[in-house]
């Protein structure tokens, strides 16, 4: 039996539309166009038959990048965030890689830690590199892309960005009503770090609900977060220096959920015990929290949902579609061990 003339190639060497051209007698665009589907050429069924059975023969593997550089098209998004965890920025990138995998788009993560020089470096680098849109998580943009750009929780007025938030108007009203619900007037509120684009917006809804209610924001109940760190960590060393100074309070509302577990540590090394001596409320819902002991009373943010929604949101946009400058998503208060009505022992 006569062997295939394909099978004198070297297996470890790529086959390119010249060599399989010079095997087939064709011309390479002949053999492109049967790969690629192209409408409108007259290409007999039995040639185009013998180029794919050449082509899966050989192993041929199309150059996606001269077919992005004649189209123009690369199906990649570029996708910024501060930095990979187990909590809030892993959860809101898990929904948008679903719907990226369904969508059949590759995408590149870039971690900035909050950089400044880097968030305004990163979508140069990502744009030269031929993605089709940016999406960003918890990240301070300064300069709209020259690319289509959605942003999960940057309440910035940029022009020509379409911006995926939470209601956190709702989220501090919920969390608020119930420590008032539960009989605490003197309550710790925790301010979020100065680079995070929640904290400013989290901190004035705080500030709202809290006139709404009655309650007085002292300063001396007021923690500020400074750390940039995604463990309890976060919220431990501050809530420690506040424990020096006072213990006059029956309550912690917190920034997150991380810095939640950080307080309920260093209230149980100062002999506190949660909820009876104090109650502590988190924010995000990440996995985690449902495991902590006590379990964790927080705002739920629809992490999945708000990942998923600026992927779509970018892919419409990409596709020329109308999209809305800003998409508000709705929190749920989840109520488990870690708060309990003032004065209970």
């Excluded at 009989?183 to 100065?194: A, K, N, W």
Aim: charge should be neutral; hydrophobic fraction near 40%.
């Amino acid at each position: 039996m006569s062997k295939h003339p394909l099978d004198a190639l070297d297996p470890g060497r790529p086959v390119s539309l010249k060599t399989l051209g010079e095997y087939l007698g064709l011309d390479p665009s002949t053999i492109s166009f049967v790969l690629n589907n192209t409408p409108n050429r007259s290409i007999p069924e039995a040639t185009r038959q013998r180029v794919r059975e050449a082509a899966a023969r050989s192993g041929y593997q199309p150059s996606h990048i001269a077919r992005s550089l004649r189209s123009k098209k690369t199906q990649t998004l570029g996708i910024m965030l501060p930095e990979m965890g187990d909590g809030y920025h892993s959860q809101v990138l898990n929904g948008v890689a679903d719907v990226l995998m369904r969508e059949q788009w590759f995408f590149f993560t870039v971690h900035h830690r909050h950089r400044k020089d880097l968030v305004n470096t990163y979508p140069k680098l990502l744009q030269a590199r031929g993605v089709e849109g940016i999406l960003t998580i918890d990240t301070h943009l300064e300069c709209t892309p020259t690319v289509p750009t959605v942003c999960v929780a940057n309440h910035g007025q940029l022009s020509g960005v379409s911006s995926i938030n939470l209601d956190e108007d709702a989220a501090a009203m919920q969390s608020l009503q119930h420590l008032y619900n539960l009989g605490h007037r003197e309550i710790v509120f925790m301010r979020g770090q100065r680079f995070s684009s929640d904290s400013d917006v989290r901190w004035h809804a705080t500030l709202r609900a809290a006139e709404a209610l009655g309650l007085v924001v002292s300063e001396a109940l007021t923690i500020r977060l400074q750390k940039d760190t995604v463990t309890p960590e976060l919220g431990y060393p501050d809530m420690s220096e506040l424990l020096r100074r006072t213990r006059a309070f029956t309550a912690v509302l917190c920034f997150n959920d991380v810095s939640a577990m950080g307080v309920i540590r260093s209230l149980a090394d100062a002999g506190l015990r949660v909820p009876q001596a104090c109650s502590v409320v988190g924010f995000d819902d990440i996995p985690a929290a449902e495991y902590q002991i006590p379990r964790l009373t927080t705002v739920r943010q629809p992490l999945h949902q708000l990942g998923q929604t600026a992927a779509e949101t970018l892919l419409r946009c990409i596709a020329g579609e109308a999209v809305p400058h800003e998409t508000l998503l709705h929190p749920e208060l989840i109520v488990r061990e870690s708060s309990a009505r003032a004065g209970w022992s």
